[in-house]
């Protein structure tokens, strides 16, 4: 593909859809349930109208900012999303590399197809690892030194994950049954994949990978693709984790998951040093509130102790500055890259996140704003019914 052709992120998941075989596009681009999540985190920022200060003179405008004290060249981080490897060959390492180029932190996940530690190598910038509990707590223990000791900056536990969402497009894919490895459970599905000849020869010289190296299960080696929905269902985080993880780690933990402000209060008494507003891309529990609708509560509840980070239904660069202006310190992105991964590989992601400090640097020029930072509640308006939630 020819990245520079593609305007704006609905290009490169287009060309995303193109290249991928369909299980592999679906599970990237695919929710839970009815999927009503999944649109409204997209359609509830059509909700929020900008109030623009107009005839103002800006001799220069800033994007950069801080997360847990660290300097960004824009608010706009890239989250976690598990199986990058599965989406483009070094998929985690491609993506972590194109964040430090442009001077932003990569998030990888535990259910990564890349060493944690070629992850952060791959990478000139600051690196945050996303755990979870996988294989018990000597497992994630061992897991969490080796994060440490390979020089990331921040833990991202994830706490809306007490079993898998039902992803109905992964199940009419045939997913469950790919990553048994079993051919004749694979031979329906297998059609799909034979007619991305690009893709498949890109996956098979990569190793063909169907393991999580970064779970590592005594006496058993990594963990292997069909074992992720069981092990899920067996880790569940609780609050009473965040006392060891936080004696385990000892470096900043970010909380991701959070809906409600009483849950956002349960993290700040848990150590959290940042909160992310997350449904996990709609993937989970489906009809909860878009996050941009849940933004409001969280912050007020934060009451400024912590920074609040959002993900969820990020594609353009207003989106981004809607979020800033209701008290995120800065958004994750996930699907918006994972697109460009899927499309193009580096070239991908790097246009995916240009698209997005373009729109954004725009968008504060149209808005009179000198900065990313400055953009506050003045600068947007919300329905009514969202009123008691920004207060």
């Not at 779970?215 to 069981?230: C, F, I, K, S």
């Not at 996140?353 to 990313?372: F, Q």
Request: glycine fraction near 10%.
């Amino acid at each position: 593909m020819n990245t520079s052709r593609a305007v704006n992120i609905e290009d490169l998941r287009r060309a995303a859809r193109r290249r991928l075989p369909r299980a592999v596009f679906d599970y990237i681009d695919g929710g839970a349930d009815r999927e009503h999540t999944l649109a409204h985190n997209c359609r509830a920022y059509d909700d929020i109208i900008f109030r623009p200060r107009c005839a103002v003179a800006v001799p220069n405008y800033e994007m950069r900012t801080t997360v847990l004290g660290t300097e960004i060249a824009m608010p706009i981080i890239l989250a976690p999303v598990g199986s990058s490897r599965m989406f483009y060959p070094r998929g985690e390492e491609v993506a972590a590399n194109v964040a430090g180029s442009v001077g932003t932190i990569y998030t990888l996940s535990t259910l990564s197809g890349c060493l944690l530690e070629d992850v952060k190598k791959a990478t000139t910038g600051p690196a945050w690892y996303q755990l979870y509990l996988i294989g018990g707590h000597d497992v994630a223990r061992a897991t969490i030194e080796r994060a440490r000791l390979a020089g990331y900056s921040a833990l991202v536990v994830t706490i809306d994950t007490p079993v898998a969402g039902m992803r109905e497009r992964d199940l009419r894919n045939g997913m469950k049954e790919l990553v048994t490895r079993n051919p004749w459970k694979m031979l329906p599905f297998v059609m799909q994949f034979a007619v991305k000849p690009q893709w498949l020869a890109g996956f098979f010289s990569d190793g063909g990978m169907m393991k999580f190296p970064n779970v590592v299960l005594p006496g058993e080696g990594p963990m292997l693709y069909a074992d992720v929905g069981t092990a899920l269902e067996a880790s569940v985080v609780t609050w009473a984790d965040l006392k060891w993880i936080r004696h385990a780690w000892q470096g900043p933990i970010v909380v991701k998951g959070v809906h409600i402000g009483d849950d956002a209060r349960r993290a700040i008494d848990a150590g959290a040093n940042a909160i992310v507003v997350s449904n996990h891309g709609g993937r989970q529990l489906d009809d909860v509130h878009a996050t941009i609708r849940a933004l409001p509560e969280v912050v007020a509840a934060a009451r400024g102790q912590v920074e609040v980070l959002l993900d969820g239904g990020i594609r353009r660069g207003g989106d981004v500055a809607k979020a800033l202006c209701l008290g995120a310190r800065a958004v994750l992105i996930g699907r918006a890259y994972a697109y460009g991964l899927g499309a193009a590989g580096e070239a991908g992601v790097r246009r995916a996140v240009e698209i997005l400090r373009a729109d954004l640097l725009r968008t504060i020029k149209l808005l009179g704003c000198p900065s990313t930072s400055a953009l506050d509640r003045s600068y947007v308006e919300v329905p009514a019914e969202w009123e008691a939630r920004v207060k």
